[in-house]
């Protein structure tokens, strides 16, 4: 099994510049979100999706955008991107957190390697 | 509101030492679920441990253990004889039981010198 998949690895784009960064599953997870990892920072949450065409806001959602057209991809994208927006980002996944009454359980998340990303 | 606090930003020690990591946690939801993270020079985030906020019960695994306290909303992890390859940063997380949102604290890199 290949797990949570990222790419590209790394990734260079000047002010401006739109960018989607990919993020597959293999594991049938229902629950995928986007994390940030910035030095001092520590992982901060972007954006997640409980399932296909859900997603919702993280703590720092401002200038991505996400979507859930299928259960395996959950790609992020930069519309126009910022150098703060410089950073190292990772994909996870999990299986449901849906129970009959809203959030339910807490899975272990499976991350993917990283996505290096410089805006210059 | 949650929180995850790890105050130690850098913790060098010596080979064989025993080390403590801390993690101070905040949250109003009464069920809630903690972890821990490895992530070593490498850069991928390796799953450690899970608990959930019922089971106040120590974990030992191998030379890793980690002590949770409900009355202090802490949830340490402790390496017995620390080895060079323990070098690697360590995050705290948690989830509470009426939110989506798993919440990570800002990590510890741990330095374990030969």
């Known amino acids: 099994n290949a797990g949570v998949t990222q790419t590209p690895k790394f990734q260079v784009l000047k002010t401006g510049q739109s960018m989607t960064l990919q993020c597959a599953q293999d594991m049938n997870h229902e629950y995928m979100s986007w994390y940030r990892q910035d030095p001092g920072m520590g992982l901060r949450l972007i954006h997640y999706?409980?399932?296909?065409?859900?997603?919702d806001q993280g703590e720092v959602p401002n200038g991505y955008n996400v979507s859930r057209s299928t259960t395996e991809d959950f790609p992020l994208r930069l519309l126009s991107a910022a150098p703060s927006q410089t950073s190292v980002y990772f994909c996870?996944?999990?299986?449901?957190?849906?129970?009959?009454?809203?959030?339910?359980?807490?899975?272990?998340?499976?991350f993917g390697a990283g996505s290096r990303l410089t805006v210059l | 509101a949650q929180k995850v606090t790890q105050a130690q930003t850098e913790i060098s020690v010596v080979e064989k030492e025993d080390v403590t990591l801390d993690c101070v946690y905040e949250?109003?939801?009464?069920?809630?679920?903690l972890f821990w993270y490895k992530q070593p020079p490498s850069g991928e985030l390796v799953f450690l441990i899970r608990?959930?906020?019922?089971?106040?019960q120590n974990e030992i695994s191998g030379r890793y253990s980690w002590n949770f306290q409900k009355s202090t909303s802490s949830f340490n992890f402790t390496i017995t004889a620390s080895q060079v390859v323990d070098s690697a940063v360590y995050f705290c997380?948690?989830?509470?039981?009426?939110?989506?949102?798993?919440?990570f604290g800002t990590g510890t890199r741990l330095k374990v010198l030969a």
């Open positions: 999706s409980v399932g296909a065409g859900i997603t």
């Open positions: 949250t109003r939801d009464t069920t809630y679920y």
């Open positions: 608990r959930n906020s019922f089971d106040e």
């Open positions: 996870a996944s999990s299986y449901s957190l849906v129970g009959s009454r809203g959030p339910s359980g807490a899975n272990v998340l499976t």
């Open positions: 997380a948690l989830k509470a039981s009426g939110t989506y949102k798993y919440i």
